[in-house]
C-alpha cells in the first residue's frame, strides 16, 4: 500500500498520491492480450496518444531508434497472420507431449482479431556508427526500442485498450510483406484494440504454465546471489 512520505521529505516532482495509485495500477495489471479483441476501431487521437507515448521513452544517446508502420488492411493482416501461423506450428513442435497440447490450445488470434497491429521496429543506424552510451554494448539500440513498446502498452492499459505482443514470426516473411529494409530490425509486432475482459493474473499463470516467481528469491544486495539477510 503506497503512503505519504513522512517527515517532510519530499523527492522532487513527485506524484500526488492517487497519481502514483494510478501509475502502478497500470504496471500491476497490464495483461498480454491474446484472443479477447473486439472488433471496433480505434479513435484516431487515441491511437496518436499511444504512439505519443511510445515516442516519450528514453533511449541511449537519445537516439530514437524506433518506427512504427501502422497496419490496418485485413488483406496485410491475412498475410501476416499465415506467417505467424507457420512459425507457429515449427514451435509446437519443440514441447514435449503435454505441454504441445497445452501451447496449442492457446488462442493466439489477436492478429486476425484485433482491429489494429503496430509494428515497431529498430534503425541500427540512426545516429550513426558511434552512439553515446552503445560504444561497448551495441544492444542499447534495441533495448530502448523496448522501452518504447512498455510506454505504449502502459498508456494502452490507461486506456481500457489491449495489446498482444506476436513474437513468433520469421523476421524477413514479415520484412518482406511491409517493405521493411533489411538494415531495419523487428523488435515486436504489437496487436491493439478494445477487449472484452481481461485475465486478474498473466494467462500463462492462470492456465498453469507458469507463475510469477518470488520477488524476494531474484533480489542480491552487493553481488551476485547474496540475499540482504546474507550481505
Not at 495489471?29 to 499511444?50: H, K, N, Q, S, W
Not at 528514453?58 to 501461423?85: D, Y
Not at 523487428?186 to 491493439?192: D, K, N, P, R, S
Not at 472484452?196 to 498453469?208: C, F, H, I, S, T
Request: charged content about 25%; proline content about 5%.
Amino acid at each position: 500500500m503506497l503512503t505519504e512520505p513522512k517527515g517532510g521529505l519530499a523527492a522532487a516532482g513527485a506524484f500526488s498520491l492517487p497519481e502514483r495509485e494510478a501509475v502502478y495500477r497500470a504496471i500491476e495489471t497490464r495483461r498480454d492480450v491474446r484472443d479477447e479483441f473486439l472488433p471496433a476501431p480505434l479513435p484516431e487521437d487515441l491511437i496518436g496518444r499511444l504512439l505519443a507515448a511510445a515516442h516519450s521513452a528514453p533511449s541511449v544517446g537519445f537516439m530514437q531508434p524506433w518506427n512504427f508502420v501502422l497496419v490496418r488492411a485485413e488483406e496485410t493482416r491475412e498475410r501476416v497472420w499465415h506467417a505467424f501461423r507457420r512459425a507457429n506450428d515449427e514451435a509446437a513442435l519443440m514441447f514435449e507431449a503435454e505441454q504441445q497440447a497445452k501451447y496449442r490450445a492457446l488462442k493466439l488470434e489477436g492478429i486476425r482479431k484485433a482491429p489494429l497491429s503496430i509494428c515497431v521496429t529498430c534503425d541500427r543506424t540512426r545516429g550513426g556508427a558511434v552512439v553515446l552510451g552503445r560504444t561497448h554494448n551495441p544492444q542499447m539500440d534495441v533495448y530502448s526500442t523496448v522501452c518504447a513498446v512498455q510506454n505504449l502498452w502502459l498508456a494502452a492499459r490507461a486506456e481500457g485498450v489491449g495489446v498482444g505482443w506476436v513474437s513468433i514470426f520469421h523476421e524477413a516473411e514479415i520484412k518482406a510483406i511491409l517493405g521493411i529494409p533489411d538494415h531495419i530490425e523487428i523488435v515486436a509486432w504489437l496487436c491493439l484494440g478494445y477487449v472484452d475482459r481481461l485475465y486478474q493474473q498473466p494467462e500463462l499463470a492462470v492456465k498453469g504454465w507458469r507463475q510469477r516467481l518470488p520477488l524476494d528469491e531474484l533480489v542480491f544486495e552487493d553481488g551476485w546471489g547474496r540475499s540482504k539477510e546474507k550481505a
